[in-house]
């Protein structure tokens, strides 16, 4: 049992003004593992002032001293990942193929910042006028449950990046990863004021930043429902807003794919952390004359794919990170079922064996057509739909016959027709046969996947404004 106790505010940890108190809870076990003690808006006030005292120095902070920071982070971050590892395990439930992913990826996101720094052209001459890209200000960022360490890294990456003092506010549920990753990030020894944490309720502390007239950039991840009420509410400040936001990947099995290795790559794309993930391939597009031999494979598939405790390291599938997430699972299961598609594999309920801890049945529809809602709403957990296509035609169009647009897979033996077909694909990111992670790709959708790009320079200049000076 751990009780977050503190929020952090200008290089300090510091006891919020806000009293309520959440659960923290061990999705595998269901047993209560600690609670934290949330902000309120007086919090968000001194740490939006903090952050705003911090900005004149961090915005005149030259490349190298951007690059430092962003150096100083990487390494301590990277220096012992064992106890990041066991925390988000612990209150998220993450296999540990993912939790060691995450750490990694959050040290070598300030690594892939600090190249974007470096490569940058904060000045510029265009035509007479000497232009000059500065930091808008105060940068606020709101981050969900999903992936605490990396968004709060990605966050903070952009904000050392382009000159701008940060407040985040990550996921209430994950306090404990907030606490370990913070005490680490304190470390660095930024400068005060810097980097501003926050724990707190959506409606409460994220409504406090969004509304707060000193801050002038907003970069949210989470669902397109909440990012549309935060877009409201940037309005009336003038500010920008970077949203990314929700998905549901189209994988594209060609008609030449080997689906020995298709099948595989498919399945693990869907069921990216344990379902939970925006970039999750949910729409598998297979060929109609190839169904059965495709259904077949991912029935006989997905029998590798272990489920149950994230610390044994055959898991692939982990509990879901909520018992509200896991209702939401069921629900669409039995709507799935509701609206005529085939249970292949999986269904509602626990898996066997699994009685205790919120593990959903790794599910996948088959008979399923486009305009059902399990083929259009973002499910976020391990349920896939299996929908045919006619020919390469109907598979583009199906695949962008979407109101997402974030990521998209396709798989196919002959690569060039897998690029053609990629070409017409209408997502932030298209990933073309099982490609590794690229941590230097932008990062971001079309449509009401969200607004702007992360990373490198697309990112910096979400963050920045140009200044033109003419002379005579
Ligand atoms: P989920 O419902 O799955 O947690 P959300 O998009 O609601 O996904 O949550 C992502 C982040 O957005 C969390 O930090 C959450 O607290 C925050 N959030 C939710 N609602 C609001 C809101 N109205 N204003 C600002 N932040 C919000
Ligand atoms: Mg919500």
């Given amino acids: 049992m751990r009780s977050i106790e503190h929020i952090y505010i200008n290089g300090e940890f ?67 990942p064992d106890e990041l590892v066991r925390t988000m395990t612990e209150e998220y439930g993450a296999p540990s193929y993912f939790t060691a992913f995450s750490v990694q990826n959050a040290a070598s996101i300030f690594d892939v910042m ?49 000159g701008s003092p ?126 059965t031999e495709v259904s077949e494979k991912l029935r006989v598939e997905i029998e590798n794919l272990k489920v149950g405790d994230p610390q044994d390291p055959q898991v692939r599938i982990g509990p879901l990170a909520s018992h509200a997430q896991w209702e939401r699972i069921q629900t669409y299961i039995r709507l799935g079922v509701e609206e005529g598609a085939t249970l292949l594999t999986g269904g509602t309920g626990r898996p066997t064996g699994l009685e205790k801890g919120w593990f959903a049945r790794p599910t996948i529809f088959t008979g399923v057509t486009n305009n059902m809602r399990i083929a259009r709403e973002e499910i976020f ?8 296509y006619d020919d390469e035609e109907e598979a583009v169009e199906i695949s962008n016959d979407s109101e997402y647009g974030l990521q998209a897979y396709v798989l196919g033996s002959d690569q060039s027709r897998a690029l053609r077909v990629a070409e017409r694909l209408l997502a932030g990111r298209v990933i073309v046969n099982g490609a590794p992670h690229d941590p230097r790709a932008p990062f971001g959708g079309f449509k009401q996947s969200g607004i702007g790009r992360e990373i490198g320079a697309y990112g910096l200049d979400g963050m920045l404004e140009p200044r033109a000076i003419l002379t005579p």
């Fill in 166 to 291: 940060l407040v985040i506010k990550p996921a209430e549920q994950s306090a404990l990863q907030t606490e370990v990753f913070a005490r680490r990030l304190h470390q660095a020894g930024l400068p005060s004021g810097v980097l501003n944490i926050v724990n707190g309720t959506g409606p409460i502390v994220g409504a406090a930043l969004t509304n707060h007239p000193d801050v002038a950039t907003i970069s949210f991840t989470g669902s397109t429902q909440a990012a549309k009420i935060i877009q409201r509410a940037a309005i009336d400040g003038m500010k920008r807003v970077i949203l990314e936001l929700g998905g549901k990947a189209p994988t594209i099995i060609m008609q030449d794919a080997d689906l020995d290795q298709a099948i595989p790559i498919a399945l693990m794309s869907g069921f990216a952390n344990s379902g939970q993930a925006c970039v999750a391939g949910t729409r598998i597009l297979a060929p109609r004359s190839r169904m």
């Fill in 114 to 162: 600090a190249e974007a720094v470096a490569a940058y052209e904060f000045d510029r001459l265009v035509g007479k006028s000497a232009i000059r890209m500065l930091p808008r200000g105060v940068l606020a960022a709101i981050t969900p449950w999903n992936s605490n360490f990396g968004f709060i890294a990605t966050k903070l990456a952009h904000a050392i990046g382009s």
């Fill in 381 to 388: 957990g391990p349920v896939l739909c299996l929908i045919a």
């Fill in 14 to 80: 510091v006891v919020p003004c806000g009293e309520d108190r959440l659960d923290l809870i061990n999705p595998a076990t269901e047993e209560k593992i600690g609670d934290v003690r949330l902000g309120n808006e007086d919090d968000v006030k001194a740490a939006v002032a903090a952050a705003k005292r911090a900005l004149p120095s961090l915005a005149s902070s030259t490349k190298a001293e951007r690059i430092d920071m962003l150096h100083s982070l990487r390494d301590t971050i990277a220096a012992k």
